[in-house]
């Protein structure tokens, strides 16, 4: 039973650069939830998708944007890169959103 | 609004110890009530939930948390801790059983042989 994967491992872009980042859930679940970790802190939730299309949206700018496929899997898209968007980025999946979420390894982005 | 305050930054506890690390939340309507537990470089792992029923609730790996809906509490606990306990641990909230988690800024523990 594959869990969350999550590629790239890490990834290092330049401020101003676009980056993709993509998610496949765990086998069953239909949710993609993204999330945000900057060092030290919690995770800050960005948006879910379900049925291909985002559902939720946490306080991130437009800059951040996704699309989830008719297999489930996901993309973040990031735009227009800033210092600051340097983390761990959290893909957690679900079955239609309920219960606890299951989480993918993160893809470290560094914005140099 | 919710939210989730973990107040404390780091617990440290000597092996077969019971252990407690903290959280409490502020939601408007029944909470959701969720531990992760996060290894280095690692994403965060499912420990327990609450959502309705006993408010003493079992996990994973002998973890288990007490909902107190009065203090609006969630801690999380273990009777004898394990050197292999040590990690950080994140409690979150959700006002539905579905849709945005919030998390806290997490807890490290740190078991000490």
């Known amino acids: 039973d594959a869990g969350v994967t999550q590629s790239p491992t890490h990834l290092i872009k330049t401020r101003g650069q676009q980056v993709t980042l993509r998610c496949s859930p765990k086998?069953?679940?239909?949710?993609v939830s993204w999330y945000q970790q900057a060092l030290g802190q919690g995770p800050q939730f960005i948006f879910q998708?379900?049925?291909?299309?985002?559902?939720q949206r946490g306080n991130f700018p437009d800059r951040f944007s996704g699309h989830q496929f008719p297999n489930y899997s996901s993309e973040l898209n990031v735009n227009a890169l800033l210092l600051g968007d340097s983390a761990l980025y959290l893909c957690?999946?679900?079955?239609?959103?309920?219960?606890?979420?299951?989480f993918g390894p993160g893809t470290r982005l560094t914005v140099t | 609004a919710q939210s989730v305050a973990q107040p404390e930054d780091q617990v440290n506890v000597a092996e077969g110890n019971p252990l407690t690390v903290k959280c409490t939340y502020s939601?408007?309507?029944?909470?959701?009530l969720f531990w992760y537990v996060q290894y280095p470089n690692r994403g965060l792992q499912f420990l327990l939930k609450?959502?309705?029923?006993?408010?003493l609730v079992k996990g994973s790996y002998g973890f288990e948390a007490e909902f107190n809906k009065s203090q609006t509490s969630f801690h999380l606990k273990k009777p004898s801790a394990l050197v292999s306990d040590s990690a950080l641990y994140f409690c979150?909230?959700?006002?539905?059983?579905?849709?945005?988690?919030?998390f806290g800024d997490g807890t490290t523990l740190t078991v000490k042989p």
């Open positions: 957690a999946s679900t079955l239609e959103g309920l219960g606890a979420q299951y």
């Open positions: 086998s069953g679940h239909d949710t």
């Open positions: 998708y379900y049925e291909e299309e985002e559902r």
């Open positions: 939601v408007s309507g029944n909470p959701y």
């Open positions: 609450y959502i309705t029923g006993d408010n």
């Open positions: 979150a909230v959700r006002d539905t059983n579905a849709g945005k988690s919030t």
